[in-house]
């Protein structure tokens, strides 16, 4: 089962006033539906624009596996823990946010800021906060966040080429880019698709495309 949606129907969030634009895909903050509250392991898949000089201030999160793709610009994250990194476009940021830590995240440099940030509802709560950054990875490493059951598959795709959506009990498909068809529907930028028993099936670049796919295991709502 393929339930397909749609940029135009992500909320709206953020603070535009103090350069924050948020596209929420799943229910958020204020706008509660409990027929949207995740999908597999995915509990948020938010997207993020932030002016120059601004960002969000420091926040808390418990119990959630945090990852972030950068699309343009250049991204500052910092963590009660100590981490100071900057996230470029082609790096994955995992926040495993465990029993609890804080962070701040900007915009600090001159160019707009835009990104993919999602949320994961990890297999077991509590533990250890951990922080890791992967530097410019491949399409052919997934990166796998095993306390959540779920590895994350970046696709680059040219006009006409192809790729296998993996074989699994969820797979949520992430359009940051370009016009993909996937398993005969149309999805553009900001789109999103929830595949359910997904088996034998493929993305094609209508465009030049970059596609993110989460694959994950069974045993989920």
């Known amino acids: 089962m393929i339930d397909v949606r749609h940029a135009a129907e992500r909320h709206p969030g953020g603070d535009p006033a103090a350069g924050i634009e948020s596209r929420h895909a799943f229910s958020f903050g204020p706008h509660y539906d409990p027929e949207n509250l995740r999908f597999g392991a995915v509990i948020a898949c938010n997207e993020e624009r932030l002016a120059p000089g601004a960002g969000f201030d420091e926040h808390p999160h418990r119990h959630t596996e945090i990852v972030t793709w950068v699309v343009e610009g250049e991204l500052t994250h910092r963590d009660s823990k100590g981490h100071e990194t900057r996230v470029r476009p082609g790096d994955v940021q995992r926040l495993s946010a465990a029993d609890g830590i804080r962070h701040v995240e900007r915009n600090d440099g001159d160019a707009p800021l835009s990104f993919v940030q999602m949320w994961l509802a990890p297999l077991d709560p509590g533990g250890e906060p951990a922080y890791e950054i992967v530097r410019g990875i ?19 795709l040219a006009a006409g080429e192809r790729t296998a959506v993996p074989d699994a009990a969820y797979v949520y498909a992430h359009v940051v880019r370009g016009e993909v068809r996937l398993a005969g529907e149309e999805l553009g930028p900001g789109d999103s698709a929830r595949i359910t028993a997904a088996e034998g099936l493929e993305a094609v670049g209508e465009t030049a495309a970059e596609l993110l796919m989460w694959e994950m295991a069974p045993g989920r709502p």
């Open 138 to 156: 491949a399409d052919a490493t997934p990166y796998a966040v095993p306390a959540a059951g779920a590895m994350l598959h970046v696709r680059r």
